[in-house]
Nanobody
Framework: QVQLVESGGGLVQPGGSLRLSCAAS????????MSWYRQAPGKEREWVAS????????RYAESVKGRFTISRDNAKNTVDLQMNSLKAEDTAVYYC?????????WGQGTQVTVSS
């Protein structure tokens, strides 16, 4: 079945780095754009970054531009999010997703906590 599984979250100090990964299965991964979203406690889920199928064109939210990098490996069916210069406000559960028809498929999320 269609599945997205995020990993790589954890506790990191401000200024540190983490690399999240999303493993996809059950669909033709290289045909779909992929995105990362996040949801902080008490806040709505917000878009972080996207990467297109084909040429792998990337887009970023202003809040993470220059610090985060999204990438995909179509041979491994994974989409990663490299997060550098992390701030306390980056603390959230991070989710990957992709659009399927009129629906959106989400993973279960991975917790990122930025704290000293």
């Amino acid at each position: 079945q269609v599945q997205l599984v995020e990993s790589g979250g954890g506790l990191v100090q401000p200024g540190g780095s983490l690399r999240l990964s999303c493993a996809a299965s059950g669909f033709t991964f290289n045909s779909y754009p992929m995105s990362w979203y996040r949801q902080a406690p008490g806040k709505e889920r917000e878009w972080v970054a996207s990467i297109s199928s084909g040429f792998g064109i990337t887009r970023y939210a202003e809040s993470v531009k220059g610090r985060f990098t999204i990438s995909r490996d179509n041979a491994k069916n994974t989409v990663d999010l490299q997060m550098n210069s992390l701030k306390a406000e980056d603390t959230a559960v991070y989710y990957c997703n992709f659009p399927r028809g009129t629906d959106v498929v989400w993973g279960q999320g991975t917790q990122v906590t930025v704290s000293s």
